[in-house]
Every structure is written in C-alpha cells, then in structure tokens.
C-alpha cells in the first residue's frame, strides 16, 4: 500500500505565504507525477499544479506566478510553496500520486493524501 502525508496548511493573512509539503511512503517502485488539488467549498477538486518525474509542470493559470512545485525523487516528496496568497485560494489542498507502481509488474495507480486545510483571510 502507498500512503500520502500532507504537512503545512493552516491560516495566513492575504499576501502571506505557506509551504505545503507531501511525502509518498510505502512499496514503490516509480511514480509519473506528483502534485497538488484543492476544493474550495461548494465547488469541485481542480487541478493546482503537477510535476513529472523529468521534472515538466503544468500550473493551473491561477496560480502561475505565485506558487511553486519541486520535489525530491529521492524521498518521493513534493514540496508546493505558496506566495501572495489570496482569499480564493482558500481550500482543502490534497497531495496526488499520479500513475503509481508499486513492482515492475503491476498497473498503474493513482493515489491522494487525506488534505490540508489552507485559509487565506483578507
């Protein structure tokens, strides 16, 4: 089995900042990409950002400029810091571990974190 635990979420005031973690453990043997949801309420999970494992990205156009993903293949771990937040950012962040195997021989898998609540107050 393949775990996910978010750290870092909380309240900050609008222009602050925070520093999401999320650290995949478990039996695994690769993953395609890792990277970060969130739902505000009332409204559907959209994609925040995503990392690859060579490294590419695709940032939702929202938070271009303000956030930033990287990782460390090594501890499978991504790391999402989050600048210039703004009240609409509040949300339920959930970590995501996209086409997971965990031997050479098994499918592909997807696999979330339990979310972290971030609160932006203006």
């Known amino acids: 089995q393949v775990q996910l635990v978010e750290s870092g979420g909380g309240l900050v005031q609008a222009g602050g900042s925070l520093r999401l973690s999320c650290a995949a453990s478990g039996s695994i043997f690769s993953i395609n990409a890792m990277g970060w949801y969130r739902q505000a309420p009332g409204k559907q999970r959209e994609l925040v950002v995503l990392i690859t494992s060579y490294g590419s990205t695709n940032y939702a156009d929202s938070v271009k400029g303000r956030f930033t993903i990287s990782r460390d293949s090594a501890k499978n771990t991504v790391y999402l810091q989050m600048n210039s937040l703004k009240p609409e950012d509040t949300a339920v962040y959930y970590c995501?571990?996209?086409?997971?195997?965990?031997?050479?021989?098994?499918?592909?898998?997807?696999?979330w974190g339990q979310g972290t609540q971030v609160t932006v107050s203006s």
């Open positions: 995501a571990a996209k086409g997971v195997r965990q031997t050479v021989l098994t499918a592909l898998r997807d696999y």
